[in-house]
């Protein structure tokens, strides 16, 4: 039988299956699809039972997720601290500017080696970390232009983003009501703002943010790790200085 969160994964993979964005995306790449076992592995492994925080990203990152089926998955981390290790196969069609090779991708994504190396670096192994955290996408899709740049999910057509809306905020709703955290933490503001709607006026988390780690955004060049160490202890979701066993 398979993991209620497995289980949701699944459902969300089959209703985007269908989905079709018109120019300038020419292509989309869905994780949950070609990088299924990788991802599904992530979620068996360290997504069962109730969290306190649940850290929500935006959508895969070409160099992230789209590699390796986790969340911010920095090919390194999700190999080394995540230790994901399942079969990887290809998106079809695959853009011949972001080629898909899994964990032996020689690329790293910064903002999750910034994410997931705050986490390897505060707590001592994954299982300290994932006894009280996980990490989602909202959007599980990564869209591309012909030329390979990122097209964020904000930067879609209204009706695709509406239509993306609905099975994405069920998504999140089922995964809050199966991991209960007491804190859901938006990586970004785009993040935030999706926990906010998707949970409504009376969510049952705490709902917060911290900065993005993405090299785009300038502040999260500049120490981007203590500034949001700094706002997760400032928000009580992190104890200062005290082991991470306690927090």
């Not at 649940?54 to 959508?59: A, E, K, V, W």
């Not at 500017?97 to 790293?108: M, Q, V």
Request: glycine residues 8%.
């Amino acid at each position: 039988m398979p993991a209620p969160l497995v289980n949701a994964a699944r459902r969300l993979r089959r209703q985007l299956q269908d989905m079709t964005f018109r120019a300038p995306v020419t292509h989309v790449y869905n994780p949950l699809d070609y990088a299924r076992a990788a991802h599904e592995q992530y979620l068996t492994s360290h997504g069962n039972g109730p969290k306190k925080v649940l850290f929500l990203g935006m959508n895969p990152g070409p160099w992230g997720m789209a590699q390796t089926g986790v969340p911010f998955g920095e090919v390194a981390a999700a190999r080394d601290f995540v230790r994901v290790d399942a079969a990887i196969g290809k998106p079809s069609p695959e853009h011949p500017k972001r080629p898909i090779d899994g964990l032996a991708c020689t690329r790293s994504e910064v903002s999750g080696r910034r994410l997931w190396g705050l986490f390897a670096e505060r707590f001592s192994n994954p299982e300290d970390f994932f006894a009280n955290h996980f990490v989602v996408n909202y959007c599980p899709l990564m869209f591309m232009e012909q030329t390979g740049r990122n097209r964020t999910p904000d930067k879609l057509y209204a009706d695709e983003r509406d239509a993306l809306t609905g099975p994405c905020d069920e998504h999140l709703r089922a995964v809050v009501k199966l991991l209960q955290p007491e804190w859901v933490i938006g990586v970004g503001r785009f993040a935030l703002d999706c926990a906010r709607r998707t949970l409504g006026d009376n969510p049952p988390a705490q709902i917060a943010t911290i900065l993005h780690p993405s090299p785009a955004s300038p502040a999260a060049n500049r120490g981007w790790a203590e500034q949001a160490t700094r706002q997760l202890e400032e928000l009580g979701v992190w104890s200062k200085n005290l082991p991470p066993k306690n927090c």
